[in-house]
């Protein structure tokens, strides 16, 4: 793991106590460089993408293509002064902190394209960031509630249905990959596909998994509880500045976690002929990323209840098949 | 006094999903809703007022704000009032440069409904691609008269000016683009696209009863199924000269208006061909004076613009303005049926629901 590198390097200069500090600060370092910087290039990408696909030119002005733009937008964002009037100052402030603390926590463990490019190893690095992607039902409703808005609490209200429903199935996908690979450690699960991917034994927990994926990160179409036609920005609609910029990073973080998960736990990971496994990793995350971006700029938004009957009904069902398929190929 | 169970919503005037000025006070319960009231005349100018104290001609302007998403239509409606008063009569390009220009905001009015249901819906990109296509024909109309979204190009007795050389070359290219747009690309956006189909099937349905009772005319009265079109019951302009289809729908519901209004947009554009073909040579303006005094008179002039049966009364008194000018708006009856038709409905159908009516709150509060 990266950590270890960097100390093994810090502690050629630095006695040992110091170097776990200086070591501790160089990681957070790099992990918020990471974290901050994901929502500024993805967001480029997609402000491009959806450009393409609305015929528009996307930003052009600010750097090269306008790769500066989304930059110059997160230092807009913090200049901005916060307004806001007769809020609960305790979860208000509480959310958007929890929320930017949860994807530098993912950032932190997840390999990124190599069995020893992580930050910090945890022998259940899938278990981990299945409960820093679920947490988000509580910090939804508690945004809604500290707003003191009606648009707010109804999104809160929403997320927490939307949430809760598809978390079951989110866990029970993931929990059928981990017992193919006898696993859930990242690193063993991509080690276990040197021969098949996952997602060609399980095509249907693909696509269950991606669904699921972009309903508990709230991505357009699924973007529910913060619908902003009827409820302008649902459980967000308070927030303003940096807060509201600690959201959009958020929301790119998870985004790609969700797309690197897909790859990891169903694509192969960074495996591959030939090329590097990085070169893979990138290639098959750049892939991922495209396709599931698309939906939000070609689909409508399904209604709150049809989505909820939807995922009850279908993708929770559909998944636990799957894991029974997967039991049964084990016993095999 | 009563005591409220649940949440009591002001939706809009100032909501970014309810065109414009309309604000609707919902009662909602978890996320349905219980009981809605509309509240209109946020946007209320005056206008009929304003009428009486201007010239005839000088009343143009005026309606080109009136419903500013199909300002043809309604100088071609002011346009036919006056004329029907003074009793001139305008020469035969005249009438065609009528019909092509009002079909042709026709067509843009629907595609700027085609946008904002498909904005409504989440669905950003559906505004753009409309907007897109309404561009082609907004430069049409930029061409012919100099303006866009307020064009002020019919006058009294004919049209200010005549239309350009080449304009059908590029009339014609720009409607095979609207047509082949519709015909292939929203497809896969709208007209089929499962998840639009969910969300506007049965939803704010109308059905013929409650059409009645409300007096709601135009795309959301064929929507149930009632096929009246004043283009065809009495016709006026070149309508009785040109040959196209009532679209008519079934259910009622968002879905049906949709279609209705999609269906409409193609046949526009056979009429503008047809008219474009049979454009007749001559004059295109009856010479009338800019301050002109119509006898005592009531005159009453009804068309089908966009949004439904738009009708002006007009009572004059030998003056040089208007004694009293009544104006009947579409939008206006089809909103007082929101009231019960969002009830039960979710939340998120209320923005649907609104914007399948079509309302452009200029031409509601006047």
């Excluded at chain 1, 609609?237 to 790609?256: C, K, N, Q, T």
């Excluded at chain 2, 613009?305 to 104006?327: C, S, V």
Aim: aromatic share 12%; charged share 20%; net charge neutral.
């Amino acid at each position: 793991m990266i950590f270890n590198v960097i100390y093994g390097e810090v502690a050629r200069f630095v006695t040992a106590g110091p170097a776990w500090v200086v070591t501790m600060l160089i990681t957070f370092v790099l992990v918020f460089a990471i974290t901050a910087l994901v929502p500024i290039f993805l967001g480029w990408v997609e402000r491009k993408y959806s450009a393409r696909i609305q015929s528009r030119y996307g930003p052009v002005y600010v750097g090269p293509f306008g790769l500066l733009q989304n930059f110059a937008d997160i230092m807009k964002l913090i200049g901005k002064r916060a307004i806001s009037t007769n809020v609960d100052r305790l979860p208000y402030e509480f959310v958007p902190i929890v929320l930017a603390t949860l994807s530098f926590a993912m950032v932190l463990i997840i390999p990124f394209g190599g069995a020893n490019l992580e930050f910090i190893s945890v022998p259940y690095s899938l278990l981990f960031l299945y409960v820093f992607l679920a947490v988000s039902p509580l910090l939804v409703l508690m945004a809604g509630w500290g707003e003191n808005n009606k648009y707010a609490m109804l999104g809160g209200f929403r997320g927490v249905g939307q949430i809760a429903t598809y978390e079951l199935a989110l866990i029970v996908t993931m929990i059928s990959v981990a017992f193919l690979a006898g696993s859930y450690n990242i690193v063993d699960i991509v080690n276990g596909q040197s021969g098949l991917w996952y997602g060609a034994y399980l095509p249907v927990t693909l696509i269950v998994f991606a669904l699921t994926g972009l309903a508990i990160i709230e991505r357009a179409p699924f973007d529910i509880p913060e619908a902003s036609q009827e409820l302008q920005a649902g459980w967000k609609v308070e927030y303003s500045g940096i807060r509201y910029g600690l959201f959009l990073i958020a929301d790119y973080v998870r985004l790609m976690i969700v797309s690197i998960l897909v790859v990891y736990l169903f694509l192969g990971g960074w495996l591959g002929p030939v090329l590097p496994g990085f070169v893979w990793f990138i290639i098959k995350t750049a892939a991922v990323l495209l396709i599931i971006m698309a939906p939000r700029w070609t689909l409508p938004r399904p209604r709150i209840d049809q989505f909820i009957k939807f995922g009850w009904n279908w993708l929770l069902p559909l998944s636990i098949v799957n894991l029974v398929m997967v039991g049964g190929l084990l016993l095999i | 006094m009563e005591t409220l169970k649940g949440i009591r919503l002001n939706v809009g005037p100032v909501h970014p999903a309810t065109h414009g000025v309309l604000k609707v006070v919902v009662d909602i319960e978890g996320d349905t809703v219980n009981k809605a009231q509309v509240e209109m005349g946020f946007l209320h100018r005056g206008k009929e007022k304003m009428a009486e104290v201007r010239y005839f001609s000088n009343y143009y302007p005026i309606v080109d704000k009136l419903d500013y998403v199909s300002a043809i239509n309604m100088e071609v409606l002011y346009a036919s009032l006056v004329e029907k008063a003074a009793g001139i009569e305008i020469p035969p390009r005249a009438v065609y440069i009528r019909t092509i220009m009002a079909e042709i905001q026709r067509i843009m009015s629907h595609l700027v409904y085609i946008g904002s249901i498909g904005e409504d819906l989440g669905n950003i990109t559906g505004m753009f691609w409309a907007l897109r296509e309404r561009e082609l024909l907004m430069d049409l109309v930029e061409e012919v008269s100099g303006g866009r979204l307020a064009p002020m190009y019919m006058t009294t007795g004919g049209s200010f000016y005549d239309l350009p050389q080449h304009f059908d070359e590029k009339a014609e290219k720009a409607l095979v683009r609207v047509e082949t747009k519709i015909n292939k690309d929203y497809n896969s956006m709208f007209t089929k696209n499962q998840l639009f189909l969910m969300r506007t099937k049965g939803v704010g349905v109308l059905d013929r009863y409650m059409v009645k009772k409300y007096g709601i005319t135009g795309p959301n009265m064929r929507a149930a199924g009632i096929d009246r079109d004043l283009r065809k019951s009495e016709p006026y302009l070149a309508y009785d000269k040109v040959d196209f289809d009532v679209v008519t729908g079934e259910d009622g519901d968002a879905n049906s208006r949709f279609m209705v209004r999609v269906g409409e947009i193609l046949q526009s554009i056979r009429i503008v061909r047809q008219c474009l073909r049979d454009l007749p040579e001559g004059p295109y303006v009856t010479k009338t004076p800019w301050l002109m005094k119509i006898p005592d008179k009531r005159t009453f002039v009804r068309q089908e613009t966009p949004r439904g049966e738009m009708a002006m009364y007009m009572i004059t008194n030998g003056g040089t303005q208007p004694y009293r000018l009544k104006i009947r708006s579409p939008t206006f009856f089809a909103l007082r049926a929101l009231e019960e038709i969002l009830v039960g409905v979710k939340v998120a159908d209320i923005v649907v629901t609104i914007a399948s009516l079509d309302p452009v709150m200029g031409e509601v509060d006047r």
